[in-house]
């Protein structure tokens, strides 16, 4: 059975007059399990689909690539897992179960395996792409089944151009909270904030595959992390006295992911902020409240946060706020929460950046993407510091002092744009 973990990292001291409080919280799980192997057709079950880009642009290379992919991911998906295809074009289509079967989806076995590999190999590339039509088709054969956990893999290499965006748009919040998503874009001719817009509100993740030779390592590991995942659905809950306020609650590591326009009320104190299907694995929040402002030497609980696997509330930790006038300790920082605030603000600063030299806009695409360079070195996020220096020339990095590069690559712009949300974790001893 899996078990929830919470510590709470922050300066709980505040100087007087002070109001905001900050913490981040570690959650760790342990003993998930996986979904592998859990029954089919029960509340507990694991549901899997994936969805690959069938229109014109992928034929050739990307067409191949994908059908091996898929036939890869298959082979991934254990026993008693219910599964479906679909081809995605301007409309979606049941690659298997074939469309003239009964079921919607199957349990995986030898026989269903097999014939899922062979409907896959007929797949060819027609068409053009309207990725709304593929969200609703998952969603329709998602809600066929009482599976617990449902997870869609979702493929493409060219952008949403056969509907218009409030299509999609309005698709993705229609979808949000039936199932998990994760995006990949083959190539340089997707559009990164499609993508991350599904990704997002689907609590998955966005990434670039350069080469079509790389999609069939990517949805093989798609596949066994989503079959890792043996907890469905987890909340964060934030507990805050009356009269103050939650500022936001930000999934921070290992990827940064604001959760505060999830929020939902559990009751007039505490809100839940979904953070879909666990592992084992840790993942870090940053946690701001505002308080109403005390005389110095009081001291309160200024929230609460909760794990909870349904009902059940698993782990909690306590943020709390004292007033003091001893400026040794209200000055100091978290190293936490000064670590995931420079997290954070890298990854904003790299996509403005990013957006404002597609603009055309330099200036700001220097400054911006110089900010980044300077983040990235004091974060230690090395990671980042190497894809920025493919986009600019770095005159001082302590400085932030940058010139934008003539002719640089699609796919290396694409790369920082999708790999800007991904953090280092902060070094405790």
Known sequence: MAEFSAEVFQNEFLSDGATDVHAVVSVTCTGAGGGAGVSAGGPGGVAEIVAVDTSGSMQGRNMEAAKH?????????????????????????????YPNARVPMVAM???????????????????????????????DLFATVPAAQKHLILLTDGKNESEPTMHLDRMIADVTGHFQCDARGVGDRWVVEELRKISTALLGTVDLIARPEDIAEDFSALVRKSMARGVAAVDLRVWAPQGSEVLFVKQV???????????????????????GAWADETR??????????????????????????????????LVKAKWSDDSTLTARISPEVAHYTGQAELASAIQEGLAAKAAGDEATATVK?????????????DDATSRLRKIVEVDNEEAGTVRLKRNTAKLDEMALDTASTKTTRVRRA
């Open 109 to 139: 076995e030898l026989g269903a395996r097999n014939e899922a590999k062979r409907a896959i190999s007929t797949m060819s590339a027609s068409g053009g792409t309207a990725i709304s039509s593929w969200l609703r088709l998952a969603d």
């Open 284 to 317: 870090e929040y940053h946690v701001a409240v505002r308080v109403p402002a005390k005389p110095v030497g009081s001291e309160q609980l200024a929230a609460r946060v909760q794990v909870a696997v349904g009902d059940e509330v698993t782990a909690s930790g």
């Open 69 to 97: 992919a898929a036939a890869v991911a298959v082979d991934q998906i254990p026993d008693g897992t219910l599964f479906a295809i679909i081809g995605g074009s301007h409309v979606a289509t049941r690659i298997f179960p």
């Open 369 to 381: 993407l110089g900010r980044a360079v300077q983040l990235a070195a004091e974060t230690g996020n």
């Open 253 to 275: 590591a290992p990827e940064v992911d604001d959760l505060t326009g999830r929020r939902t009320q559990v009751n007039a104190l505490t809100s839940a902020y979904p953070t």
